[in-house]
């Protein structure tokens, strides 16, 4: 059975690329067709693989720079991709790649991130003029009818995808490798692990530490590292670290006293990197941390998304214990394993039918 991932962009590490991974872990060394391929920025499971084909879009001028500009193009390029001689190919989308055509007997999976965030989820672009707006709304619909089965990586993505596309998702998390960490005794922080990022509403955090007598450590860089730096300006208790290699970030999860999650994600994986390292998660009561933690159990919520209520849940958190085998415990249940015998399950219930 001859079987091609699809893939939007691989041109940095995150969520996505790592379900990339576990996806070339189950079914081999298959071939990866993308948008765009920037080896540099990936690990080397992905950086040294030979059979990554991007597509032309590789070869515009200042790509690396520009791409988002290149949006109204994705749909006729995911159009162009040629899957002859492929008996499955699965697609790993958060946009454009759910539309690709296939030949009439080959069977497309697609694995559905979230419904395409600025079309559905966010205000029209500015740089978009509504018509062409409306034209890749119309056209990303009619891309979500075209997978013969839809996967979701989570129930609050599949409810999305009911509401948006009007079709049914079979749901498989991603995976978080638990054998990767491990426990060990906690000190006296709180950690925050995100992207920099304005979605990411890390100043929450910031905002609320700077009143709370806690330490906090930041990992992570992006565009608003200034701006949260400036803001905490005066906090002696906040600490940013920016990138940290993996070895370090297993040892910062398994010391803290807790993860703090101030973000709503489609899914998320940091949550239960930390779970998976015997610690808690003091999250936002939205998204995807609602099925990835356990309230009570593996964590605590707060609502609204205020500095004030997080301020109140980690005082509230103080004042509780919580297991770090039976937070671990938990994590298990999204183990890598469990995410490659889903997909055998679903291949081989699909490919029977």
Do not use: C
């Not at 590789?58 to 899957?83: G, K, N, V």
């Not at 002859?84 to 539309?99: N, R």
């Not at 409810?159 to 948006?164: A, E, L, M, S, V």
């Not at 301020?311 to 298990?332: D, G, L, M, T």
Request: overall charge positive; hydrophobic content about 40%.
């Amino acid at each position: 059975m001859k079987i091609a991932l699809v893939h939007e962009y691989l041109i940095k590490m995150g969520g996505a690329e790592r379900v990339l991974i576990d996806f070339l872990e189950e079914f081999g060394d298959v071939p990866v067709f993308t948008f765009l391929l920037d080896r540099e920025r990936l690990i080397s499971v992905l950086k040294n693989k030979p059979n990554i084909y991007p597509s032309f879009l590789q070869r515009y001028p200042l790509w690396r720079q520009f791409y988002r500009f290149y949006f109204p193009l994705m749909p006729l390029i995911a159009e162009s991709l040629d899957f002859s001689g492929f008996d499955v190919v699965i697609s790993s989308t958060h946009q454009f790649m759910k539309g690709i055509i296939v030949p009439q007997d080959t069977l497309h999976i697609a694995y559905i991130h979230t419904p395409t965030r600025f079309l559905w989820l966010q205000k029209k672009p500015r740089f978009l003029p509504q018509r062409l707006f409306t034209s890749l709304r119309e056209w990303d619909f009619l891309a979500a009818q075209r997978p013969d089965i839809v996967v979701a990586n989570s129930y609050n993505v599949a409810h999305r995808i009911k509401k948006f596309y009007r079709r049914k998702a079979e749901v498989i998390y991603p995976a978080v490798r638990t054998d990767n960490y491990f426990i060990s005794q906690p000190k006296d922080y709180f950690l925050l692990v995100s992207r920099l990022e304005p979605h990411k509403k890390t100043e929450i955090a910031v905002e609320a530490f700077k009143e709370l007598p806690f330490k906090l450590k930041v990992v992570g860089t992006g565009s608003e590292y200034k701006k949260l730096k400036k803001m905490a300006q005066g906090a002696r208790n906040i600490e940013f670290l920016g990138f940290v290699p993996d070895q370090e970030l297993k040892r910062l999860y398994s010391s803290a006293l807790a993860l703090i999650f101030p973000q709503e994600e489609d899914f998320g994986l940091v949550p239960l990197e930390s779970q998976a390292s015997g610690r808690p998660v003091i999250a936002f009561a939205k998204g995807g941390a609602l099925e990835t933690v356990r309230g009570g159990e593996t964590g605590l919520f707060f609502k609204p998304q205020t500095p004030q209520a997080l301020r109140k849940a980690v005082k509230e958190f103080r004042s509780q214990s919580f297991n770090p085998r039976k937070i671990r415990k938990w994590s298990e249940r999204f183990d890598v394993e469990v995410f490659k015998q889903k997909w055998k399950e679903l291949l081989d219930e699909v490919l029977k039918r």
